[in-house]
């Protein structure tokens, strides 16, 4: 089974160009969360998907960023017009169906670079 | 607010000392808990979890952790450290949202390093 994927693992950006990160969950997961990892930070919570709909978006700023979870496909984290500060490592983590105490699964990350 | 806290950013110890690293949670209701490993530019590796029961749990890669309410606190301990467990340790709670662990909030990591 593989685990959770995400491509590119690294993007590199100028300022006002736009990011789309892409993250494929473990076979059988309709969750998504996606979390941004800041130089010297911990990991901070963005968005809560499941397929077609967000769950839980208390996290991500209010402009610029997006997340989608289509039907088919893999979910999209998309950033418009990225600035320097958007500079960190956005990872994915999955976990599967159901209302039960599950594990999230991380993917290895996107590294993006604005410069 | 939910909010995790470790108190260690970094902590060095020699190979074959135990260890233990500190980790202190706020939440209101029951916690799901979780202990994370992240190597260098890797992504994140579940270490052990905590849903209920047993307080004692036991992970991967020889790490315990305990569970103690009247402290709210998830410490991780390993008997003895090998120059390998050198990484960065998250410690995390799950927000529950109707069951499901929803969003985890993580605290800032301590960095372990292994002297020779």
């Known amino acids: 089974n593989a685990g959770v994927m995400q491509n590119p693992r690294h993007l590199v950006r100028r300022r006002g160009q736009e990011a789309r990160l892409r993250c494929s969950p473990m076979k059988g997961h309709s969750h998504v969360y996606w979390y941004r990892q800041l130089p010297e930070e911990g990991l901070k919570f963005m968005v809560y998907?499941?397929?077609?709909?967000?769950?839980?978006e208390s996290g991500m700023p209010k402009e610029r960023f997006s997340a989608e979870f289509p039907k088919e496909g893999p979910s999209i984290l998309r950033i418009q017009q990225v600035v320097r500060g958007d500079s960190a490592a956005y990872f994915c983590?999955?976990?599967?169906?159901?209302?039960?105490?599950?594990?999230?699964?991380f993917g290895p990350g996107t590294r993006l670079l604005v410069l | 607010a939910q909010s995790v806290t470790q108190p260690d950013i970094h902590i060095t110890v020699s190979e074959g000392a135990s260890l233990e690293l500190r980790c202190n949670y706020s939440?209101?209701?029951?916690?799901?808990l979780f202990w994370y490993v992240q190597s260098p530019g890797q992504g994140l590796q579940l270490l052990l979890k905590y849903f209920s029961g047993d307080t004692l749990v036991q992970g991967i890669k020889g790490f315990e952790a305990e569970f103690k309410r009247s402290q709210s606190s998830f410490n991780l301990r390993k008997p003895s450290v090998h120059w390998s467990d050198a990484a960065e340790y998250f410690c995390?709670?799950?927000?529950?949202?109707?069951?499901?662990?929803?969003?985890?909030?993580f605290g800032q990591g301590t960095t372990l390093q292994v002297k020779p």
């Open positions: 983590a999955s976990s599967p169906p159901g209302l039960r105490q599950e594990t999230q699964y």
């Open positions: 998907l499941q397929k077609e709909n967000i769950i839980d």
């Open positions: 939440y209101g209701a029951t916690p799901y």
């Open positions: 995390a709670v799950g927000a529950s949202l109707s069951g499901n662990t929803g969003k985890l909030i």
